[in-house]
């Protein structure tokens, strides 16, 4: 048995482990092209044929649209901006509620901030760490608007609930897919199950233009108020609004011709890039699912999962070692990893003081809804306790290095007595 790094061994892993990258050859021609026509951005914030953007937008937009075969694709320059723009199109107002989870990047819980709106948050599942639909289903009051669903970690959410859910209710469903391009339930892609999906094309996704994302809806009118809040919708409402023109104070959420060609180029190969992580995360699994007090990720049947992270479920009590002591292990043994992904939201300043847009405490003076500690239990529990996660996006993991961060893992799991000893229970 091989002495741990912590305690003075070797490590598994000697350095860093080598950057995941995506952009190559066709990407470089790509943008030469786009600089030698000249044309870096195409939109125009005004009525006319530009008001869409220029050749390249024009032309990922149709091909995003195809893969996912949905009647709109609608690019954006983040998926925050797509968020927001969601938010905006669904015609949320000040004092309608949004149901989400508290386990999700920041912005999924501020952009219904922008409009007034309140963010209600649901715990989550335990297995898949994704929104519950029960604990939407209790959720549920008479100012909710919106079910905003987050494709977590690259799983898909429980979606065929939710849009049950959603449509007796008379609600909208949303989807944050900015972790989950490909992943599926029931042969339905992430993201389109919603009324809009939001996906991302931030530069440690998948596939990424450096930052960018795209909306995808086959609503019509959605799409038309997409399109509007993304470039300075408050100038075309007489041509294009239909008459309603609540939430079209517009943005500059454009994306530019240079994001859009590489992001065309990463969307023909995106099967590849997605299937190299899934890769990863199932030797990742395969290799560690036996250990004891150590829960691979889970996949709900008849689901894709991509792995954006790949998350296993820590048991301290039956590994016999805390979780933060196994990490530290973890880390001297070269597998980089971190534990709790990001705290609930609700235990950011702005939920726990109700002060949002401006001084007075605005939206949260329209609602009477609370932020308290235990409010979302599965959540604190995974983030306080459970949660273990490594970066498939992130890495070049060949097989051969996959199988080194499976012996790093099993070699801190073999020598948790000694660890202990050494390092004490916490």
């Not at 149709?62 to 949905?70: E, L, P, T």
């Not at 989870?101 to 209600?120: D, F, N, R």
């Not at 997409?226 to 023109?245: F, K, Q, S, W, Y």
């Not at 007075?360 to 983030?383: A, I, K, N």
Request: with cysteine.
């Amino acid at each position: 048995m091989s002495e741990l790094a912590l305690l003075g061994g070797q490590p598994v892993i000697s350095g860093p482990l080598p950057p995941y990258r995506s952009l190559g050859e066709a990407e470089e021609e790509a943008v030469r092209d786009v600089v030698r026509s000249g044309c870096l951005s195409g939109f125009f914030g005004s009525p006319g044929p530009e008001f869409l953007g220029g050749p390249k937008v024009q032309e990922f937009e149709a091909a995003w649209a195809k893969r996912y075969g949905v009647k709109h694709a609608v690019s954006v320059n983040s998926a925050t901006s797509g968020l927001i723009a969601a938010m905006g199109a669904i015609g949320l107002g000040p004092g309608d509620e949004v149901i989400l989870p508290p386990w999700t990047m920041s912005a999924t819980a501020m952009a219904p901030l922008i409009y007034g709106g309140i963010p209600v948050f649901a715990d989550i599942e335990d297995e898949t760490f994704c929104i519950d639909p029960g604990a939407v289903a209790a959720a549920i009051g008479p100012k909710t608007k919106a079910i905003l669903a987050v494709n977590l970690f690259g799983h898909p959410a429980p979606l065929a609930k939710l849009r049950a859910i959603a449509d007796d209710k008379g609600l909208a469903l949303v989807e944050d897919s900015a972790q989950a391009p490909l992943a599926n339930e029931d042969g339905r892609l992430a993201g389109t199950v919603g009324d809009i999906g939001v996906y991302s094309l931030n530069f440690h996704k998948h596939i990424h233009a450096g930052e960018g994302g795209v909306c995808v809806t086959d609503d019509d009118g959605l799409a038309t108020r997409l399109r509007m809040i993304r470039n300075h919708g408050e100038n075309v409402t007489e041509e294009l609004a239909g008459g309603d023109i609540a939430n079209m104070v517009g943005f500059n959420f454009r994306m530019t011709e240079l994001s859009a060609a590489i992001a065309l180029v990463q969307l023909a190969d995106i099967e590849n890039h997605v299937g190299r992580r899934e890769a990863v995360a199932r030797a990742l699994s395969d290799g560690t699912r036996d250990l004891e007090g150590w829960t691979a990720p889970t996949e709900r049947d008849g689901c894709r999962h991509n792995y954006y992270e790949w998350v296993a479920r820590f048991d301290a009590q039956a590994v016999g070692v805390s979780r933060e002591l196994f990490s530290k292990a973890l880390t001297a043994e070269g597998f980089p990893h971190f534990t709790g992904y990001v705290a609930p939201l609700y235990q950011l300043p702005l939920f726990r003081q109700r002060k949002a847009i401006g001084k007075d405490g605005y939206p949260f003076t329209l609602t009477e809804r609370q932020y308290e500690p235990g409010m979302c239990p599965v959540t604190e529990r995974l983030h306080e306790n459970e949660a273990v996660l490594f970066e498939p996006c992130a890495f070049a993991v060949d097989d051969a290095l996959a199988q080194k961060l499976v012996e790093a893992v099993r070699k801190v799991h073999d020598n948790r007595d000694l660890l202990n000893a050494a390092g004490g229970k916490d």
